[in-house]
C-alpha cells in the first residue's frame, strides 16, 4: 500500500475488498493492522468482506473492530446465505461509529419482510443450512479448480480462490497467451447458445484472458466443465 495515499490528509475513508472481486484473494489481517496503526491516516477503513464466508476460518477483520474504532465491517445475505432478493447488509463497527452511522442513515430503511427473512437466516436452523450449503459450494470450488485445469487452452486460474468463483485465463491456443478475444468469445457463445452464464473479465487489471466461473452446485460445475471442453480444444 502506498505510504504517501495513506498519509494523504483529504482521504476520509479507504474501502477494502477481502475476498475481492475478480480474483477471490484475502488481504491478510497484517495488511490492514499496518493500515490502522499509520498515524497518518485519520479516516474510516471498510472492510468489505462480502464473500468472507468462503474463505478460511480467523480470516475476518472482524477481529479488528474491537482494537481499533476507525475500522469497520461489512458483510451481506446475498453470497453464502443465498438471499440477494432482500438486498440486506449489515456492518460491524465500534458502538461510536456505529452511533454515528445511525444518525445519518434513512429512518425504516430496512423493510419488515426483509429484516423477517433476515433474522431467520441466523436462526439455528438457518445457520445449518449455511453451514451445509457452504462447505458443499467450497467442495465444488476446490473440484471446478481441479477439473478446469485439465481442459487445453485452459490457463492459470488466478487469484486467492477465497470466494465462491473462480478466475481462469483463456488461451489463444494450448500452451499459448491469454486471449482477450477468444475469452470473451467463448462467454458470449456460453451464455447465447449453450446454457451457461460466466462473467468475461479480460478488461479488469492483471485478468487478460479471464473469464470468472461461479461455482455451484455439482451438476452445474459438471455442465460448465462439458461446455467449456466443447469450446476449448
Known amino acids: 500500500m502506498n505510504k504517501a495515499f495513506i498519509a494523504n490528509p483529504d482521504l476520509k475513508m479507504l474501502f477494502i475488498c477481502s475476498p475481492g472481486n475478480p480474483t477471490g484473494t484475502l488481504i491478510p489481517i497484517d495488511a490492514i493492522k499496518r493500515i490502522a496503526n499509520n498515524t497518518n491516516f485519520k ?8 464473500y ?3 474463505a478460511p476460518p480467523g480470516t475476518s477483520a472482524v477481529s479488528l473492530i474491537k482494537e481499533y474504532a476507525n475500522v469497520c465491517v461489512t458483510q451481506t445475505l446475498s453470497k453464502s446465505f443465498g438471499l440477494a432478493a432482500i ?19 434513512a429512518p425504516y430503511n430496512v423493510s419488515l419482510p426483509t429484516a423477517s427473512l433476515a433474522l431467520a437466516s441466523f ?3 438457518g445457520l445449518a443450512v449455511w453451514e451445509s450449503n457452504t462447505k458443499t459450494l467450497n467442495a465444488n470450488r476446490a473440484k471446478l479448480i481441479e477439473d478446469v485445469k485439465t481442459i487445453p487452452s485452459v490457463g492459470a486460474v488466478l487469484g486467492g480462490n477465497d470466494a465462491n468463483f473462480i478466475l481462469v485465463q483463456i488461451l489463444d491456443a494450448p500452451g499459448g497467451k491469454p486471449s482477450n478475444e477468444r475469452a470473451k468469445a467463448v462467454y458470449t457463445e456460453m451464455a447465447e447458445n449453450r446454457g451457461v452464464v460466466v462473467r468475461y473479465r479480460g ?11 461461479t461455482v455451484g452446485t ?12 466443447e469450446l476449448l480444444v
Open 43 to 50: 479516516g474510516v477503513i471498510v472492510v468489505d468482506e462480502a
Open 123 to 125: 436462526s439455528k436452523e
Open 87 to 105: 438486498r440486506c447488509g449489515y456492518l460491524m463497527g465500534s458502538p461510536e461509529l456505529i452511533q454515528i452511522l445511525t444518525n445519518a442513515k
Open 52 to 54: 468472507i464466508d468462503f
Open 203 to 213: 478488461t479488469d487489471v492483471g485478468c487478460e484472458g479471464c473469464i470468472r466461473i
Open 218 to 229: 455439482e451438476d452445474e460445475c459438471a455442465t460448465a466443465i462439458a461446455r467449456l471442453r
